[in-house]
């Protein structure tokens, strides 16, 4: 193999490109747009710098966020203090921090946008606003509006999510998640350096209506939206259906990031998933054990048994989570008040905002805290409720 062709130049791309330039390949990365802004872009959990500590040991700008607060209708808010802080980007800034990188280690960027891609007997026939180029290997990072149908994932609408937010001056220490009643999502405010990312995101419900949802919301606290820059962006966020049909290979190509349909479908968090993807697809791409034919095969192994059969499961979870009920309260209000109350559902909580618990293992986790009437009451009452019955087979 001589040249792969990065298509795209976000977190995933650049990682890759970075990956495959540093081990000597010919790498090129096409993009037109480069480093760009999203209206949620930037966090980083813990899982994410542990894997790769360049991500928290660097000179970009960045915040560190040690405690969060949680609210929910008919329940109030909750802080939790975070024993492994969240890490926040401006997108543009770590955006640029990755493809600097990528650059450094020896990749070639092109600023450009790619028209359209045509599988040849050795290879790829790019065709950009530039002109043709030729690739032995492409790896899509296109993101998830990827406009190259002959490769990545493929979904319908129920497979998305709306992200969609202002930028506010104004500073603070903590993250504020609030659930709303009948939604499948949530607003956040992420505090970045030098402003606040106030947004909202949701599944099943019109980007107009979200909008309004999260103007209330600034209203009522007193948060200027009017005035402020406003972000909207599309993300995967694939149902169960989805995820057994992802295309997220083919002869000659790789798809990650969001051009894999790779995010949490419950947290809407996809900046691990595109570095780890990106990192993986190189990592089969260098693999000589593995053909041209086989090199795909290979790359949706790894990456079912790294994380996307527990996304899989987190579909199946999430409307449970966001719209189920218990005991006459909404299960994001019971959340609330069970970490008021328990200091192992606090420590539950610490490990998913840290990334470190697959949610297949929820059940028998909290099923291992509890004992006697309690955990049968639980069991019957709340886990059968909300955690379905199948992920019992993963425990």
């Known amino acids: 193999m001589k040249t792969v062709a990065v298509l795209g130049g976000g977190p995933a791309g650049s990682f890759a490109a970075e990956r495959l330039a540093r081990a000597g390949l010919k790498t090129i990365i096409f993009d037109e747009k480069l480093a760009w802004e999203k209206p949620c872009g930037g966090g980083l959990t813990y899982k994410a710098y542990q894997q790769y500590p360049f991500l928290i040991a660097n000179d970009t700008p960045k915040k560190l966020i040690h405690a969060t607060t949680l609210a929910a209708h008919n329940a109030g808010e909750v802080?939790?203090?975070?024993?492994?802080?969240?890490?926040?980007?401006?997108?543009?800034?770590?955006?640029?921090?990755?493809?600097?990188?990528?650059?450094?280690?020896?990749?070639?960027?092109?600023?450009?946008?790619?028209?359209?891609?045509?599988?040849?007997?050795?290879?790829?026939?790019?065709?950009?606003?530039?002109?043709?180029?030729?690739?032995?290997?492409?790896?899509?990072?296109?993101?998830?509006?990827?406009p190259l149908r002959e490769?990545?994932?493929?979904?319908?609408?129920?497979?998305?999510?709306?992200?969609?937010?202002?930028?506010?001056?104004?500073?603070?220490?903590?993250?504020?998640?609030?659930?709303?009643?009948?939604?499948?999502?949530?607003?956040?405010?992420?505090?970045?350096?030098?402003?606040?990312?106030?947004?909202?995101?949701?599944?099943?419900?019109?980007?107009?209506?979200?909008?309004?949802?999260?103007?209330?919301y600034m209203d009522d606290r007193g948060m200027a939206w009017r005035g402020s820059k406003f972000y909207s962006h599309m993300l995967p966020s694939l149902e169960s259906l989805g995820w057994r049909n992802n295309r997220v290979a083919g002869e000659g190509w790789m798809a990650v990031g969001d051009a894999g349909g790779l995010v949490d479908p419950i947290t809407g968090e996809g900046l691990y998933y595109a570095m780890r993807s990106g990192d993986l697809a190189s990592r089969v791409v260098l693999d000589d054990a593995h053909g041209i034919l086989e090199k795909a095969a290979a790359y949706r192994a790894i990456v079912a048994r790294e994380f996307a059969v527990d996304l899989e499961?987190?579909?199946?979870?999430?409307?449970?989570?966001?719209?189920?009920?218990?005991?006459?309260?909404?299960?994001?209000?019971?959340?609330i008040q069970f970490m008021r109350r328990s200091p192992r559902f606090r420590d539950l909580m610490q490990d998913l905002f840290a990334g470190t618990q697959p949610y297949a293992e929820l059940r028998g986790r909290l099923m291992q805290n509890l004992s006697g009437t309690v955990r049968e009451v639980l069991t019957n009452l709340v886990l059968n409720r909300v955690i379905p019955e199948s992920s019992r087979a993963g425990l």
């Open 313 to 335: 499961f987190a579909s199946t979870l999430a409307r449970r989570l966001f719209l189920g009920t218990f005991l006459f309260n909404s299960v994001p209000a019971r959340m």
């Open 151 to 216: 490769v990545g994932t493929e979904w319908s609408a129920k497979d998305t999510m709306t992200a969609l937010g202002y930028y506010v001056q104004a500073s603070r220490d903590q993250i504020d998640i609030q659930f709303l009643p009948q939604l499948e999502g949530y607003i956040w405010v992420f505090p970045r350096c030098g402003h606040l990312s106030v947004g909202i995101c949701g599944k099943g419900e019109p980007a107009q209506a979200l909008r309004l949802r999260l103007e209330r």
């Open 79 to 146: 802080k939790l203090p975070l024993s492994r802080p969240l890490v926040i980007y401006s997108r543009l800034d770590l955006n640029k921090m990755l493809l600097d990188r990528a650059e450094k280690a020896g990749a070639a960027i092109e600023k450009t946008r790619v028209l359209s891609i045509e599988r040849r007997e050795r290879g790829w026939r790019l065709r950009t606003q530039q002109g043709v180029a030729e690739a032995d290997f492409c790896i899509v990072a296109t993101g998830a509006r990827n």
